[in-house]
T-cell receptor, first 110, second 113 residues
Framework: DGGITQSPKYLFRKEGQNVTLSCEQN?????MYWYRQDPGQGLRLIYY???????QKGDIAEGYSVSREKKESFPLTVTSAQKNPTAFYLC?????????FGPGTRLTVT | RKEVEQDPGPFNVPEGATVAFNCTYS??????FFWYRQDCRKEPKLLMS???SGNEDGRFTAQLNRASQYISLLIRDSKLSDSATYLC??????????????FGRGTSLIVHP
């Protein structure tokens, strides 16, 4: 089946630990995106990549890092430097500015 | 002023009603506009693209007004299943000639029997 997968669905971590969220797509899309959504809020762009081996910071990149070594994969690392990491993280891929989202990962850091 | 603004609602309407949402944007050079639907605790799903000429898909009509810098979504004959949050997306110009997608905070719609 074609689509975008994110794993895990729920993730719990202790403060001070880095954690990596997975995002894979088999839609052959060039562009991939990471967003964060907090309760009652819209989506805020963390990082985006329009082509393999290239990525740009979005509005709230501080405390996050990404890599884009393969077209299909765009993992996001939430580092210990991110002050408020608990959130719903959404990955998307797309072309011509249309985006298709994965099911998301709910990260809780205590 | 926020770059993309939506009335958060909620819009509370009876089944069968017609309801319309607007989304305003501040940068006149914006392009590529979309409406998404998001159910509670789920990912957003693409509803439709928005063009100046209008875009209709069944009970849904989307329109772009460049002069006044807003996009709209009209839902006719509302169903209970239309209850959701509707997010607009505007692609704002960024460095190097690229465009960055920016989401509004969403408008909540509740359709009641």
């Amino acid at each position: 089946d074609g689509g975008i997968t994110q794993s895990p669905k729920y993730l719990f971590r202790k403060e001070g630990q880095n954690v990596t969220l997975s995002c894979e797509q088999n839609l052959n899309h060039d562009a991939m995106y990471w967003y964060r959504q907090d309760p009652g809020q819209g989506l805020r762009l963390i990082y985006y990549s329009q082509i393999v081996n290239d990525f740009q910071k979005g509005d709230i990149a501080e405390g996050y890092s990404v890599s884009r070594e393969k077209k299909e994969s765009f993992p996001l690392t939430v580092t210990s430097a991110q002050k408020n990491p608990t959130a719903f993280y959404l990955c998307a891929s797309g072309r011509r500015y249309e985006q298709y989202f994965g099911p998301g990962t709910r990260l809780t850091v205590t | 002023r926020k770059e993309v603004e939506q009335d958060p609602g909620p819009f509370n309407v009876p089944e069968g009603a017609t309801v319309a949402f607007n989304c305003t944007y501040s940068n006149s050079a914006s392009q590529s506009f979309f409406w998404y639907r998001q159910d509670c605790r789920k990912e957003p799903k693409l509803l439709m693209s928005v063009y100046s000429s209008g875009n209709e898909d069944g009970r849904f009509t989307a329109q772009l007004n460049r002069a006044s810098q807003y996009i709209s979504l009209l839902i006719r004959d509302s169903k209970l299943s239309d209850s959701a949050t509707y997010l607009c997306v505007v692609n704002l110009p960024a460095s190097g000639g690229s465009y960055i997608p920016t989401f509004g905070r969403g408008t909540s719609l509740i359709v009641h029997p």
